[in-house]
């Protein structure tokens, strides 16, 4: 189909014939209507002894180059984007045990970035959003289809940057406000919501009891999958503990079965990555079909035009004036 992106740009057409009258009534003996400006206009001299044939010419090169800038198209047939829907909120523990290296020989973080960013990469046709926590959680990415940035974001993230304590009912607090928001500005149910939640301790800072957090969460419909992550605890030959010791399992696995959601723990990279996978497999919800119109641009034919049109008239011009 074709179409006019900017068909306001026709009302340049008449210009040349406004410019003329302007410098014709500036003209001694003229018309009645001066206008001070209109002498400096630059006009070609003896316009009128132009032969019709040169003046059609240049009326054909200047409607050429307005249909140019009113930029032609054509439009092809709607094709449906690839979305599903799904909104999802990670939110990652930034704490001070989380540059604990006890995960392959890179901190806790680090491998979290690694493998969450693959995660993040795959949900294409997602709504994608980042909060990072500690003693306070902020609003790292809100929730965008530009994984690319989200990405970005998340592997920016260093530890202690929200604080060496852990508020996870904060940071679930977080995330359920943003959603709200986000179900009252463009009407995205929030039962189409996920938070992923990722932590290596348990919540000794915040306002909002995790619980609590966890049960407003299944009242508004949003799903919560939580996600231990640092080395097995384990006994040593002399009677020492080793690993996360500071993981709270319990709380997480509450958070997660009030919402309806899944606990997961991950003591190493292979495990982690099982965990996305897992989470990789939840069954998409149907959103919005969303539609793009491809559109092929056509303003260098006029424009190629006026060009060829504008050699003969440049020509004339400079042989007779």
Known sequence: MFHLAWPWMALLLPLPWIMLRARRAAEPGGAALYL?????????????????????????????????????????????????????????????????????GASRLEIVQIVAGRFVDRRRGDQIGLILFGTRPYLQAPLTADIATVHQFLDEAVVGVAGPQTAIGDAIGL????????????????????????????????????????????????????????????????????????????????????????YFRAADPAALQAVYRRIDELEPTAGQKQWLRPAAEWFTWPLALALLLSVPAACFMAERF
């Not at 966890?214 to 949003?222: E, F, H």
Request: overall charge negative; hydrophobic content about 50%.
């Open 175 to 262: 995330a359920i406000k943003e959603l709200r928001q986000r179900e009252l500005t463009n009407g995205a149910p929030m039962h189409q919501s996920v938070l992923i939640l990722l932590t290596d301790g348990g919540n000794d800072a915040g306002v909002i009891p995790p619980l609590e957090a966890a049960r407003l969460a299944a009242q508004t419909g949003l799903r919560i999958f939580t996600i231990g992550v640092g080395a097995a605890e384990e006994q040593s030959l002399f009677g020492l503990t080793a690993g996360n010791t500071d993981l709270d399992e319990g709380l997480l696995k509450k958070i997660a079965g009030l919402t309806g959601g899944e």
């Open 36 to 104: 001070p400006f209109a002498a400096s206009v630059p006009a070609p001299a003896a316009t009128a002894t132009l032969p019709r044939a040169v003046l059609a010419l240049l009326a054909a090169v200047w409607v050429l180059l307005v249909l140019a800038a009113m930029r032609p198209q054509w439009l092809g047939q709607p094709l449906p984007l690839p979305t599903n829907g799904r909104q999802i909120m990670l939110a990652i523990d930034c704490s001070g045990s989380m540059a604990s290296q006890d995960m392959g």
